[in-house]
């Protein structure tokens, strides 16, 4: 080893100038050296405030910072850069091969590294274990290697478990360390139960990372880890000024624009949520991966058309559509991208009920992407065609298309149970309509009970602004087109409390209360619903309605 021999390990402070004064609570940054470096990106804009001890160059320095900042900001192609020019600069630079291995480990994102990949994070970490200058170097390292000693299997879980469990230990052993800190809270996450509605774990994640944020304000991995930490519906609002911030610490970063909107998103902030996945989109269109147009533009776009959607700003959805379609390949091939192909012309066609040019939507668009990659994404396509055939009349297409998607679930689920379920969340959701049409209502009853219990187990994914149906949605629909008002109420309030202020399901609620005779009741959603779509750019026949029932009810004195 030759950390007993090198000079003691320097407290690397990296500072930048976004965010306000908190007071430090159980982190002391007294502890070692200190070296300030302010950290930039390369065009010389901000990316917040990170403390690494470290054995490198001065040199070597800047680019560590800025590969951490970069790496906490989840823009692992940058931070790999950077932690590369580290050791370029300083070829004995520990912490910059330790910077690399990190890079290959995405938590948070469905997307487990090809095995050319995972073997180079191994050879790297190796190699940073060899220039390991101090025990907290060492200690970095042996976090990081649990993920790597448990192999490479078919599922990725085992390493995420093993993740967690090595910054577990390295947060045991320095308390003291913001880093280590910052990169336990997002391990936890990593390892969540989406059923355990307690959401005891996102908790302690989001306790820690506002320890880590009350040291250090501009701090990127406590801005983004609290909002992955509360991104639920009984936690967002904690994450509210978090959010607001985020994008002032690395305002030139495409994931730290459009991280605050998960946010927006939970609690229906539809206008923040447009502006900075606008900001976010523009972002990432400047920073390509290679060639390829980077996954961070796919997501905004999506989380974007979903915003202009609920806002009834329809015409502005369709330039997203029509944005979307403009890109030229090659395109990043990750999940994001190929959710976002898959979703936003479905969502166009569902969301306004449009349900033949959902039975119309193709698959495999645009035909350079791998589709073959992403069959839990593919699915979304099947999904709105089965659905939009069913409800136009179409029983064979709808059948057919269904058979297509039980045969994806079931490919999935092999891969990923996450994903597997949200596939069977759909293909119920499609069967319920095609059996509520063909005239057996309560079997159609049945089938989308199941669906919705299914998704109440489960969350949406950080890949995802929502479903792009909720399956509790479309049972209160079936509930209202069976003439149970009141216990269609119940089902659109529940999908609110899940997901506010969504167009449809405010609608829902409103017409719902109106055909049980509370009147108040119904003013209160359509008046939050004629709110909500200020902005609306499209005169839909449910706004109408809602505008026609607060005249009369105006008139009438309610």
């Not at 060899?130 to 025990?135: C, E, F, Q, V």
Request: aromatic letters at 8%; a negative charge.
């Amino acid at each position: 080893m030759r950390y007993a021999s090198k000079i003691p390990a320097a407290l690397l402070v990296l500072t930048a100038c976004a965010g306000g004064e908190r007071p430090a609570e159980d982190i002391d940054l007294s502890a070692g050296a200190a070296a300030a470096i302010e950290v930039t990106d390369l065009s010389g804009a901000p990316l917040g405030t990170v403390q690494l001890t470290h054995s490198c160059s001065d040199e070597a320095a800047v680019h560590l910072g800025r590969g951490l900042a970069l790496l906490h900001s989840m823009t692992y192609e940058d931070a790999e850069s950077a932690f590369a020019e580290a050791t370029a600069a300083d070829p004995d630079c520990a912490m910059g091969h330790w910077g690399q291995a990190m890079t290959v480990v995405h938590p948070l994102w469905s997307d487990p590294p090809s095995e050319a990949r995972f073997d180079s994070g191994r050879a790297l970490l190796e190699k940073a274990r060899s220039m390991a200058g101090s025990d907290r170097e060492l200690a970095y390292v042996d976090a990081l290697a649990a993920y790597y000693e448990a192999g490479r299997g078919d599922s990725e879980r085992p390493n995420l478990v093993a993740f967690e469990a090595g910054w577990r230990a390295f947060h045991e052993k320095y308390t003291d360390d913001p880093e280590g800190t910052a990169f336990y809270a997002l391990a936890q996450l990593g390892t969540v139960d989406p059923g355990d509605k307690t959401y005891g774990k996102q908790r302690g994640a989001g306790a820690m990372a506002e320890q880590v944020l009350a040291a250090i304000p501009d701090h990127p991995g406590a801005h983004h880890y609290i909002i992955h930490a509360y991104d639920n519906p009984e936690l967002s609002s904690l994450a509210v000024d978090v959010a607001r911030s985020y994008g002032k610490v690395a305002p030139d970063i495409p994931h730290a624009l459009h991280m605050p909107t998960h946010t927006f998103t939970r609690l229906g902030l539809w206008q923040e949520s447009i502006d900075w996945n606008r900001r976010s989109a523009d972002a990432a269109l400047k920073r390509p991966v290679g060639a390829e147009t980077s996954l961070h533009y796919f997501h905004a776009l999506d989380y974007l058309a979903y915003a202009f959607l609920q806002g009834a700003e329809d015409e502005r959805a369709l330039d997203v559509l029509k944005e979307l379609e403009g890109v030229e390949p090659p395109y990043q091939a990750h999940f994001a991208s190929a959710y976002t192909f898959a979703a936003v012309p479905a969502r166009l066609a569902l969301e306004r009920q449009m349900w033949g040019a959902a039975a119309d939507l193709e698959a495999r668009l645009p035909s350079a992407y791998p589709w073959e990659t992403a069959p839990a994404m593919e699915a979304i396509t099947y999904f709105a065609r089965a659905l939009g055939a069913a409800r136009s009349g179409r029983f064979d297409q709808a059948r057919a298309d269904l058979e297509t998607l039980a045969a994806m679930q079931e490919q999935v689920s092999a891969g990923n149970a996450y994903w597997g379920t949200q596939v069977e969340i759909q293909r119920l959701s499609a069967l319920a309509w095609l059996q509520f049409e063909q005239g057996s209502p309560q079997q159609a009853l049945s089938t989308v009970r199941a669906a919705a219990q299914l998704e109440a187990g489960t969350e949406k994914h950080p890949i995802t602004p929502g479903e792009v149906l909720p399956a509790r949605e479309l049972l209160a629909d079936m509930l209202l087109e069976l003439g149970q008002a009141r216990e269609a109420l119940a089902e659109y309030e529940a999908a609110l409390d899940r997901s506010p202020n969504r167009f449809n399901s405010l609608y829902g609620a409103g017409r719902a209360a109106e055909l049980a005779g509370d009147a108040a009741l119904a003013a209160r959603y359509y008046r939050t619903l004629l709110e909500v779509t200020a902005k609306a750019d499209t005169e839909r026949e449910r706004l109408g309605h809602a505008r026609a029932y607060l005249a009369v009810d105006r008139s009438s004195g309610a």
